[in-house]
């Protein structure tokens, strides 16, 4: 027999459960308000344990037992105030929530979702309100249901979502909103897209700027758009149990005014968005436990987050505001995102249902670890014409530049290869030919020893060779040596290299093998031209002819003689009026944007009349 059962027997033999007591005539106060709650309400538990009660009429919302007012306590309290004239005394309250936590733990486990949910193939959005509707997405469409298929909990943060209206420019809508690039503002539109798909890895958008950039109003934005909040933005939480707390109450959790990360947030953050799991004792217990388990969408302002840890870096969207010409209130500005709130849902739920309806059939992303995210980018450029998943590659480019630049062992291990062809040796010899480098006293968190030195290297390696320093070590030999190697001076790649880029980027019903070359590249055809792929010397991009592959996250190309030639730095399109990031580059070193590098290769390639180096403007 169980503790809840013994409690039961108990209360029986007390007179608390109707019919047990030797004088059943007269029904007690908790009586009574069992008999209300099981004539309304069946009982379950959550997979963590936690028991809630779910209306047998009215909502698909799960109701806490206990709590503040969204418990079932204040609710059958409430409830036998109107109906008897009084209110019940909290004996007979505790009395009852004992009762009726025992049923639940007869009951079945069912685990209430939080704003956002699968239900099979569709995704169902909590919108929040007291009928308890949702909205439905599959198929390629959406509709608003009065009762939703999936069984949602609401904490004390959980806001209402306004009736969508479907037709809008989820675009042009943020981009009226929050002051950013427009190649950014597809990728936040993407990024929201993405906040729909609860099973998937979420990356951290982190919106920098200048004073008066308004990061507070485009965090504001952004996480009420999904999952309006009481308190919208909130500052950082001041400890690991904080967080929890501010965590577990929202789907979207926008921290505000960051000035640093500390390690223990930095690695809660990184934990939230790949599924974050703690253990606590539970209140007024002294060996039960509470559960917590989660995966967030999570956004953090700041003028400057200060130094980056590789692991967080990687799981970042680096956005940055521009300035804002003219301001409003805080009241005109919110009264102007309540306006446009149902415009902007509809629009995102328009996005989001093409979208799903395109995934199944949209090729993987192998070229970052938020492979799924990366996914999704894919998916929304396939249905809304953008190019956001080159605009993510180029800000991951930029986050590990950050991080290389915050981290005291990457920088210097940077600059050390930069004057060696190669290095290799133990993180021990590392420590020391490191040595000249530093000042009299090494700076604060330095390593002292070869174990730290080589748990250091381990942190930053990705981040390391994303900014062209190969770092590679033998995970069999001991003691392990390590090889660094300066990407950016390698006189050629191995052919598989070649292979590999082409054989992830291109389609394949646009490649061909070259022969006539006498190795193994393909042909691609200009339509089907993915990330990847450009122009570095004077051949055109055509079925005809071999072109070379351009190495983005290595920052290097692979021209179409074998020789590895370094790209400028990625910076604003060098066309006239063009905003875009540059992401490719001709030989003769000027910058291009996608569309624009794309316009002058078709050009060029129709003329053959292909710029040599000497002849280039």
Known sequence: ??????????????????????????????????????????????????????????????????????????????????????????????????????????????????RVARDAESVVIDLGDAPGRAVVIEGGSWTVMHRSPVLFRRTGLTGVLPEPLPGGDLVAEISSMINVRPDHGALLAAWLVATLIPEIGHPIVSLTGEQGTGKTSAGYVLSRLVDPAGSQVRKAPRDAESWVTQAAGSWVVALDNLSSISPWLSDSLCRAVTGEGDVRRRLYSDSDLSVFSFKRCLILTGIDLGALRGDLGRRLILVELEEIASFIGDDEFAARFEEAHPRLLGSLLDVAAKVLEALPTTKPVTATSMASFAKVLRAF????????????????????????????????????????????????????????????????????????MAAA??????????????????????????????????????????????TEHAPDQGKEACHSSGHSRHHVNVEDIDVNVGVVENMPLTREKCHPVINVNQKRAISNSGDSVALPALGPCESDGCTETARFSTYWGKRHCRDHFFALARELGESQEWPTKEGAS
């Open 457 to 502: 290297l381990k942190k930053v390696a990705p981040a390391l060779r994303s900014v062209g320093v190969a770092i590679d070590y033998d995970h069999h030999v001991r003691p392990r040596r390590w090889v660094l190697r300066d990407a950016t001076s390698r006189d050629g790649p191995e052919t598989d290299d070649i292979d590999d880029a082409m």
């Open 381 to 452: 450029d396939r249905v809304t014409g953008r190019h956001t998943l080159e605009t993510y590659l180029g800000v991951a480019d930029a986050v590990a530049e950050e991080v290389v630049e915050g981290d005291l062992v990457a920088s210097a291990v940077r600059i050390f290869v930069q004057d060696r062809s190669e290095w290799t040796g133990t993180a021990g010899k590392l420590l020391e030919d490191l040595s000249p480098q530093l000042p009299d006293r090494p700076p604060k968190g330095w390593p002292t020893s070869a174990r730290a």
């Open 1 to 114: 027999m169980t503790i809840a059962d013994e409690a039961m027997r108990d209360l029986e033999a007390a007179g608390v459960v109707a019919g047990s007591s030797p004088d059943a005539t007269k029904k007690s106060q908790a009586t009574e308000l069992v008999d209300f709650a099981t004539k309304r309400y069946s009982f379950h538990v959550t997979g963590a344990g936690e028991p809630f009660a779910i209306p047998l009429a009215g909502p698909y919302v799960a109701r806490m037992l206990r709590g503040g007012q969204q418990s079932l306590r204040a609710e059958v309290a409430n409830l036998y105030s109107q109906t008897k004239g009084r209110a019940p005394s909290s004996q007979a309250c505790a009395d009852a929530l004992l009762v009726l936590e025992g049923r639940a733990r007869q009951g079945t486990t069912i685990e209430p979702e939080l």
